[in-house]
């Protein structure tokens, strides 16, 4: 994990303040203890904070091109770097490093804005061209590596965290009501907003560019998933093909993505996803794959004998801590101090715990984090699926005497336990599958957020960021909603 902020001032001619830059690269040296660099001129600045994981003596950034004409910072990491410098290489561009962030500043030259379409990689890149006085800003496919940017008084911030925005004392601190509401329906506030007004995040898959002299930036897209042409009927395919495919895919994913000049582990819950993934990691590496688990002392969470199973049968070198409740009372201030804003999901607390305790033996470690939204892993999906036979019951049934009954059912403290679930179910099944979602999601509903805003901030009130998001896919099936 690495941090990146810079400044591009709205006047042509006019360069940024080293000081603030200074201070807005100071926030994000949690992210990128290993290093620090900032480059200022012409109109921009940009800088950011390293954690070393490719060419650790000599992949300093900002890079540049060989005339430094185009200079870069990134967060994250390209996996297909080495193939995309070889075609560079026999383009003509030289290299003065061996990093994968110097393959961004040579693509950008050849390729423009295209560059993007062919990285493998998860990142957030800021790029200043200074014979165009351009910057480009661009977010990964799904948006892994996080990027915020704001118009704040004569200048564009942008930066990892929304603590690098504020360390300029022109960004106004105030809430945004949009925000709120949306973290209220979802836990989080969603893509684009953020909780302070005027702060917003880039989308994934889509790029920023902006000029000295432009009242506003571009925003476009480079890519979306395309589920709608799944929609189409396939042709069959044989099982026993499909699962080989599919093994293939994972087994070079996984080979790709452990490219480092650093010890790799992995994050192992002892789940399909994560198991997968050590697996994968232990053909490549036998005996030598170092697992990293959380247990809990309540049994209801507590996962962590699968886990020791796994790496029993796949012999990885694992590692196990206890979450034991006395521990959140420094976890928690610590964690929502880095999360910047409000985010509902408890899980954060174990993962924080998790990469601290991973962080003492390893400094990169994969995990199982995606798979149930490519392979429709989540409860929530199998409810969308029962949805539609609960909505062929009569009325009477599925609108009054079920509710009814599933309200009388005495409440348990497990964790998801059937009282929670079957009051969740009912009371959203016979809904659109947008508005089901938000209200499964979600810790209130529609009418409980609007019960809970203040009516002066003017929200409105049927706005919803989930419509507005299938707005954008062509997707008719209501599983391919949900994933989408």
């Not at 409105?460 to 909603?481: C, F, G, I, K, Y």
Request: glycine share 8%; hydrophobic share 40%.
């Amino acid at each position: 994990m690495c941090g990146i902020c810079g400044v591009v001032m709205r006047e042509p001619g006019r360069a940024p303040d080293s000081g603030r830059v200074a201070s807005m690269c100071r926030t994000l040296v949690h992210r990128g203890p290993d290093d620090d660099g900032t480059r200022i001129g012409d109109e921009a600045a940009l800088a950011m904070r390293r954690l070393s994981i490719i060419d650790l003596e000599a992949g300093h950034q900002p890079i540049h091109n060989e005339d430094s004409t185009v200079w870069t910072v990134q967060n994250g990491e390209i996996y297909n770097y080495r193939e995309l410098r070889r075609e560079l290489e026999a383009a003509r561009h030289r290299f003065y490093t061996h990093s994968d962030t110097e393959v961004l500043v040579h693509a950008y030259e050849e390729w423009g804005d295209d560059f993007l379409t062919r990285l493998n990689g998860m990142f957030a890149i800021a790029i200043w061209d200074r014979r165009r006085r351009r910057l480009l800003l661009a977010r990964d496919r799904v948006g892994i590596k996080p990027l915020h940017w704001a118009l704040a008084a004569d200048r564009l911030l942008f930066g990892s965290e929304i603590k690098a925005l504020t360390a300029d004392p022109a960004l106004p601190r105030e809430v945004d009501a949009i925000a709120l509401r949306e973290y209220l329906s979802h836990e989080y506030v969603p893509t684009p907003h953020s909780i302070l007004r005027g702060v917003n995040k880039l989308p994934p898959g889509h790029l920023l560019t902006f000029s000295p002299g432009d009242i506003e930036p571009r925003i476009d897209s480079y890519w979306d998933v395309d589920l709608a042409a799944g929609e189409a009927a396939p042709e069959p395919r044989d099982l026993d093909a499909a699962a080989a495919d599919l093994l293939s895919e994972l087994r070079a994913a996984v080979r790709r993505e452990m490219v480092s000049d650093v010890p790799v582990g992995v994050f192992l819950s002892g789940g399909i996803d994560s198991s997968a993934v050590a697996a994968m990691m232990s053909e490549v590496a036998p005996g030598q794959v170092q697992s990293f688990a959380i247990g809990f002392s309540d049994a209801s969470f507590d996962e962590s004998r699968w886990a020791r199973r796994v790496a029993e049968h796949l012999g990885t070198q694992h590692h196990e801590e206890i979450l034991e409740p006395s521990m959140l009372y420094d976890l928690v201030p610590l964690v929502t101090e880095l999360l910047d804003e409000p985010m509902a999901d408890a899980s954060i607390v174990p993962t924080y715990l998790l990469c601290r305790f991973t962080r003492q033996h390893v400094k990169v470690a994969l995990g199982g984090d995606g798979g149930d939204e490519l392979f429709a892993g989540y409860p929530t999906l199998l409810a969308h699926r029962l949805a539609g036979y609960y909505q062929r019951l009569p009325r009477a049934l599925g609108a009054g005497l079920v509710p009814a009954v599933v309200d009388r059912l005495p409440v348990a403290m497990g964790n998801l336990s059937f009282d929670y679930r079957a009051k969740r179910f009912v009371h959203g099944a016979r809904r659109p599958v947008g508005d089901r979602h938000r209200r499964w999601m979600g810790s209130f509903t529609p009418e409980g957020v609007q019960a809970l805003i203040n009516p002066e901030l003017e929200v409105d009130a049927d706005r919803d960021a989930v419509t507005e998001h299938l707005a954008q896919s062509a997707v008719r099936d209501p599983l391919h909603q949900v994933l989408y």
